[in-house]
């Protein structure tokens, strides 16, 4: 047990000694979170909006109205034809145009067909439909009010967004933010601290002191456990007081999660160190293999549902999706194990396996 | 000149010898670009409804056969409980719950106006926006479907694709997408995810190439050797920029044979800026190479920077709608314009015109960079 001791404090001694990388770990979680707690925005607002109205009369005013009355459009052109049209889009000074038809509030009257057409600038899809749907719910709910004055059928929907009413992004993104946050840092940490060891050659003694294997690598994690606790901490604290993101379930469930998820990285960065032997491999396996997948596949930004069944599949793969899923689970909805447990075992059984898997190729290295 | 070329030669030699990374560098990128392209999406379908039938009449039923016949919900499951629909809610399997009360099919004959409940779950941000979008799409056309036998004479026809009627206002939406016609998120999200792809990689490499020599201490016999600085950061950067420009190339031509991404511009316009933008990348790089003592501190400097470089670019999250102050930041960030610029040129055919703004602000910001390291890495061992 003593030796165990002795490895702890020489690894605190290397973490300690470091400062500029403590520095970094410690504070990099906290500003990355306030950095894109307001940076990261999926919905869009102020869609600059043109009006290319050839006869304006009260039906079209009124539309025009409801456009400029939503906080999503703001107009900026009302043209009298479509001509200009082309320039301002090329130019990205209107991001969408409604065209109405001549006449159009005689039309509508009289019952002849009255065309809108809506054009939406779609170089960036996810944007594009966004903007459509939003003009034609606005167009909609007009149409849903003349008729209902004329006595048409209509059935009115009533929407509640629930776990997160405001749909605020903070809300959202935080909760995913942790998540990001902490894989990086954990599997970069333990990856890069056990690759050292090897390119300096101090493994080699390591090796041959009479600490076991899974000691070994139990002392080395063991400080960038409490490092991440640390930061787990101050980013809840944070996203608290900063983004005032609800937390409607049990700090306690939170914190405890957040520990096993750190405990899962940890142990993805223990496998890939014991696959490598220079720390140049480590990092690009570490940085470059999990940095997108973790973005994309976590559901942090992109929901998973809407992707074809293979990326689903190989989404369960990602540790981060489940923590996402647990955090929004505690902070948004207030559910606590009762619901949570699947994703909670998955975690775990992802551990063990990590664990093993790299406790096993450190023993091949003896040889 | 043969200095520097002496010194890319060394790099390129331990690149190669090193099998791991040489397959890292050159497998990494391209199995990224094939399987992420397909994730970035906000396009929703099979949304899991969850339905609560009070009414159980022949217009509910109606209603629930438009919602399962539309290719935008999956029914996966109908009670008439409240509770469990909840549940589900709360376990999280189901997006949506349509809640039909009971006098669903009374009201909509007696006073053609009857109310239904949508509750979306919020927890997945933008989509909840959609799916609400999607359902209410449904309800108007069914409303418009029930017209004959239940309206009367006058009537309101709603919908997208909807017969004129005589006496009834007639809204006609058509809408046209430019420049995408077809919405296809891909084309917009390859050419995107290859530019973060290399420059990860890129920065990744030079950015731990100094800190590295530093680490082994072979930095100090380079300091003794006749090379000037600018010698010495050209050396380091040219084998990295080669490297960079194959994966540009070779993923653009993936890009293109695979997901059929556009070249609607000249891809020559497209790799003159991709050779101003790698020396911005990879300047940075060995920037950040040369303020670090180890290859820890090189990794989480970089790590750092290419969070703020991803989630600014405007390549997940729009930037107009970003914060006023979070947008002059983005400014700063050179992925962001050559993401742009990359999106002009393929889709929308821009000439170098329309992108001369983005493209100065990208070689000011590479010389720049490049002056900063020559500046910052002293021959002197600390």
């Known amino acids: 047990m003593s030796a165990f001791a002795g490895l702890l404090r ?17 504070f990099m979680p906290i500003i990355q979170v306030i950095l894109f707690g307001y940076a990261i925005r999926t919905d869009v607002s102020g869609i600059r909006l043109a009006v290319v109205d050839p006869s304006p009369d009260a039906s079209t005013l009124e539309l025009r109205n409801r456009f400029a009355g939503t906080d999503a459009f703001r107009v900026v052109r009302v043209l009298p034809n479509a001509g200009a049209l082309d320039p301002l889009f090329a130019s990205g000074a209107i991001q969408e145009a409604i065209l109405f038809d001549g006449d159009f509030g005689n039309k509508l009257a009289r ?18 439909s966004a903007m459509e749907s939003y003009a034609i719910g606005v167009i909609q709910s007009y ?50 601290s056990l690759t050292r060891e090897k390119e300096t050659g101090t493994m080699e003694i390591l090796l041959v002191s009479p600490l076991r294997p899974l000691e070994i690598i139990v002392g080395k994690v063991l400080a960038y456990l409490v490092i991440g606790f640390v930061s787990v901490l101050l980013v809840v604290a944070e996203a608290r007081l900063v983004f005032a993101v609800p937390l409607q379930g049990s700090l306690f469930l939170l914190l405890a999660e957040g520990l096993l998820f750190i405990l899962t990285s940890l142990s993805l960065g223990i496998l890939i160190s014991s696959r490598t032997s220079s720390q140049r491999v480590a990092m690009i396996g570490a940085l470059a293999g999990t940095m997108l997948p973790t973005i994309l596949l976590s559901g942090f930004i992109f929901p998973i549902e809407s992707m074809p069944w293979p990326l689903r599949l190989i989404s369960n793969a990602v540790p981060a999706k489940w923590f996402v899923l647990i955090a929004r689970g505690i902070m948004l909805k207030g559910v606590g194990l009762e619901y949570l447990w699947p994703q909670t075992l998955i975690l775990l059984a992802m551990t063990v396996v990590l664990v093993g898997a790299a406790t096993r190729s450190f023993r091949i290295r003896l040889a | 000149m043969r200095r520097v070329l002496i010194l890319a030669w ?101 006073e053609h106006a009857a109310r239904v409940q949508l509750v979306v779950n919020a927890e997945k941000g933008m989509a909840a926006g959609i799916v609400q979008f999607y359902a209410s799409r449904i309800l108007a056309r069914y409303a418009a479907e029930l017209q004959p036998s239940v309206g009367r004479g006058t009537a309101a026809s709603i919908g997208l694709e909807t017969v004129p009627r005589r006496g009834a206002p007639d809204l006609d939406i058509r809408t046209r997408a430019w420049y995408n016609p077809t919405l296809d998120y891909r084309h917009y999200m390859v050419p995107g995810i290859l530019v973060a792809l290399v420059t990860l990689i890129g920065t990744l490499l030079t950015a731990q190439n100094i800190a590295r020599e530093k680490e082994l201490g072979t930095l100090e016999q380079l300091n003794v050797t006749p090379i000037t600085r600018g010698q010495f950061i050209a050396g380091k950067l040219l084998p990295f920029w080669v490297l960079g420009m194959f994966e540009l190339g070779a993923g653009l031509v993936l890009g293109r044979l695979v997901f059929g991404v556009p070249v609607v511009g000249s891809p020559l316009l497209l790799f003159a800026v991709s050779a101003v933008y790698l020396v911005a990348a990879l300047g940075v790089g060995l920037w950040i190479s040369t303020i670090v003592e180890t290859q820890q501190q090189a990794m989480f400097v970089t790590f750092f920077i290419m969070m703020i470089y991803l989630l600014m670019s405007g390549l997940f999250t729009p930037i107009d709608s970003m914060p006023r102050w979070v947008q002059i930041v983005a400014e700063l960030n050179p992925v962001r314009h050559f993401v742009a610029i990359s999106r002009a040129v393929l889709v929308k055919g821009a000439t170098l015109r329309e992108i001369a703004q983005p493209f100065l602000v990208l070689a000011v910001f590479a010389a720049a960079v490049f002056g900063l390291a020559v500046r910052q890495y002293s021959k002197r061992a600390a």
């Open chain 1, 143 to 192: 149409q849903r009010d003349i008729a209902t004055k004329g006595g048409a059928v209509t059935i009115v929907p009533e929407a509640r967004m629930r776990f997160n009413p405001t749909r605020a992004s903070s809300n959202l993104f935080v909760p995913g933010l942790i998540a990001f946050v902490l894989t990086i840092i954990s599997a970069l940490m333990t990856a890069i």
């Open chain 2, 10 to 110: 060394t790099e390129v030699l331990h690149v190669v010898r090193d099998k791991a990374t040489l397959a890292q560098v050159l497998l990494i990128p391209f199995i990224q670009l094939l399987v992420l392209s397909n994730a970035a999406t906000f396009e929703i379908r099979n949304t899991p409804l969850y339905v609560v039938d009070q009414d159980h009449t022949s217009a509910s039923r109606g209603l629930v056969t438009r919602f399962a016949a539309s290719g935008d919900f999956d029914i996966v499951g109908a009670s008439p409980s409240p509770e469990v629909a909840n549940e589900r809610l709360l376990a999280g399997d189901v997006t949506m719950v349509l809640t039909i009360p009971h006098d669903f099919e009374r009201d909509l004959v007696r």
């Open chain 1, 10 to 26: 020489k690894e605190w001694l290397h973490i300690r000694r470091d400062r500029r990388t403590l520095l970094v770990v410690i």
């Open chain 1, 111 to 128: 019952g002849l067909p009255a065309r809108v057409l809506v054009v939406v600038d779609a170089s960036e899809p996810n944007s594009g």
